[in-house]
């Protein structure tokens, strides 16, 4: 197969099908049907995991409706790309903090932190306040270091909830495409863009250029 | 019948391989390319690349986003099932010391996610002690070993450039990638300081292997640590136990972990007994010649677990060194980010599996305050966001201006901070020094006397401990990783704030994942534990072909010479079954 074509049979997913030797072992021995469907190599133990996690519910309602509204405070929808909780943010939260124990307290108490604020200052629960209160609210806890000392513990809360919501956003469909990511796919590397090396006054040196990697145009 | 007895698997072989990773995949590509009949024994599942895939998967398909699980501690994409922990199987330390203890229990072990980095020892490693007066020399050479060397890089491919530096020699090597942006920002910074920075030489096609048609070449993914499809990156799984398999030779056993070794009235080894992992039940294969190759750590515990009248100390330890000497390589990282590269352009830089440039060790130890060297790695770039994308960027959005040029508060939310995730995006980088650490015999794994596995056997306890020579290495790691990030126009974002009061950021032993010398070589059988070519000094049908007939670890990562050093254990092996002598 030329190399080209060699690429586009990668690209279409059939990967490398007609390079590989059959292997002469048994497959895996299949486990019963997954509930979810795995696209990625699991083990039988990761699997019986992933049911198990997912067999669980953490959050109740409301905090599931504070998590929405918060995520789409940290990313909103905007020129470029949908909003935290059009990537399915939200759900991811819900299964990290199952899948990462250590998180469930943090982001359980910190929502409950933050309605105790909200109550104290506007009489109602974090959702139910209007839009206004709600960036007042936010205001105070989502700058480390112009936060008053007695809202350090909404600091953390917050950004821990920056951090879950760039890291869930960003890992979605929607966050990579908006991020501008182009990998992850059969190319040929061929060095930094001349266009790019331009810009930053770079270039390769004569040796390097002599014994890097050449390809078929 | 007693629901508890131990079946004799029917087949005898010639030889008998526990382990499949880098030492007993080459075992087994030699023994079936000389058509002698092997059975290979592996503590975990089967594994194939082409088959178990997580290579060109998206973020999303896994719920945890590519973080790590309990069962894989790489994380999710990555192909090394187990990790520091393994479910009911426990060791232990000794004297509040640490040693975590990497397995991937599978077929190609840590082969199949590994860095692929493929250095070759040089003439100064094998002979340490001569010219610092620390450890041991081995017994062999540079040159005995160059030849393996030689044929390790045309059977399994590596690619590099011919620097001519005497202690890093040259192979035959495939054509090394161009070097990406933050590189060359790196390669600049490093030539005002006099550090060379050079083609890495990774164990990766980027053109097709010669002769090789069951591989494919490299299409630049930078997912090596997930195994790949075509097999266009060494491991073990797919690039030496297929064709052994295939040859019709070799019979692996899967799920098949080994108790001890069986020795006959005489002391000679006479095959292996193991647990079944999928029935549970016990087993023993019977061999001419037993092969162990399940790691460093663990083939000691098979050693010393193999008590018999005749090896009362452990099957050939009767220098009482198995499990001494046990090193790691040295770890130390810092990171920054590249101020300029802000807001770059986008395209797809995701290279190979690995870097494209590193430094190999550049300073004479004679005119420092420590014995061994240390090479350097560096990442970077815009890589596939994964899970922990974006954390922490109230520690960078407040430092540099925006996008607008304007200063701001650091954290914040909404439009603004979306936006700063990508102007940020593709400018952090940094560096990891790996050296080499001084073997010790206090440093040793042992049978700890209180604790079994799951199945009984019982487990190992640790003692390491890093000495001031790793100490005051990995301090001086740190201060050049500072001067390169800096000269590379960059600024230090992380890494910098340790002190003697953490061993300046060094790594716990175990963390690198090197671990060698439990059962290292000598001419002297009152001193060591194999003889120079990997075969016990107390039981001559038993050889050892992992990490761990490794006199000293030498800044460089061993699987090269494990691999070598195995090829060459095993023709040394066929040519005296040939001979009659086994």
Redesign the interface.
Known sequence: MD?RK??KT?AVGS??AG???Q??????PQTQQAAVTH???R?P??IA??EK?RAETFFNEHEMATIAVLVD????K?D?SGSATDAGVPD?IE??VK??PELKTPVRGGLRWLDVQCMKRYNKSFVDCNAEQRIEM?DEI?????AKPEMQQGVAF??TM??LT????????I??E????????????????Q??LD??G?Q?DER??A????FDT | MSVFQIKETPKSYDVCIVGSGAGGGMAAYVLAQAGIKTVLLEAG??Y?P??????????????????S????HFG??DAA?GGWEL?GEPYTHKDGTQFDWFRARMVGGRTNHWGRISLRFGPNDFKRKNIDGLGDNWPISYDDVAPYYDRVDQLIGV?G??EGIFNEPDGIF????????HE?FIK?GAKKLDIPVI?SRLSIL??PLPDNK????C?????CNRGC???GDFSSSSVLV?PA??SGNVD?IPNAMVREVITDNSGNATGVSFVNKDDLQEYTVNARIVVLAASACESARILLNSKSSQHPNGLANESGVVGKYLHDSTGADMGGILP?LVG?????????GGMHVYTPWWLDNAKLDFPRGYHIEYWGG?????????????YTN?KYPGRDGKMK???????S???D??YF?GATFGMSGRGEAVAREDNYCEIDPNTVDKYGIPVLRFHYKWSDYEVKQAKHMKETFKQIIESAGGVVTWGHTDTAANQYGLAAPGRIIHEVGTTRMGDDPRRSVVNRYNQAHTCKNLFIVDGGPFVSQADKNPTWTILALSMRATEYMIDEMKKQNL
């Open positions: 190399r060699y690429l990668l990967v490398g390079l590989l030797i292997s002469c072992e048994t497959e895996k696209t990625i190599d083990t133990a990761e995991r992933e996690l405070i940290i990313i909103p905007d470029v991811f299964f990290i899948d990462k936010i989502a700058f480390p270091e112009l917050f950004n920056r951090d760039a890291t869930g956003f960003f890992t979605s469909k966050g990579i908006d991020l501008g990511y182009v990998g992850n796919r059969p190319n040929q590397w061929d060095g930094v863009p266009e790019v810009q930053y770079l390769y390097t250029l014994e890097s990697v050449k | 599942p089967l194939d082409a088959k178990n895939v997580t290579q060109l998967k998206w973020p999303w398909e896994s719920p945890r986003r590519g973080s699980s309990p069962h894989r999710d994409f099932y479910e690619f450039s011919k495939l054509p090394p990638p161009k070097p990406r942006l060359l600049e083609p980027t053109r069951d591989r494919g070449a299409f630049f993914c930078a997912q499809t075509v097999y297929k398999l295939q692996v300029h770059r352009k986008r395209y797809n830089e995701d290279g190979v815009m890589g596939m966001p994964g899970y922990g994308f974006g954390s922490g960027i109230q407040g508060p650091a954290g914040g939310y909404g439009a901070l979306k936006d995730y990508r995006y």
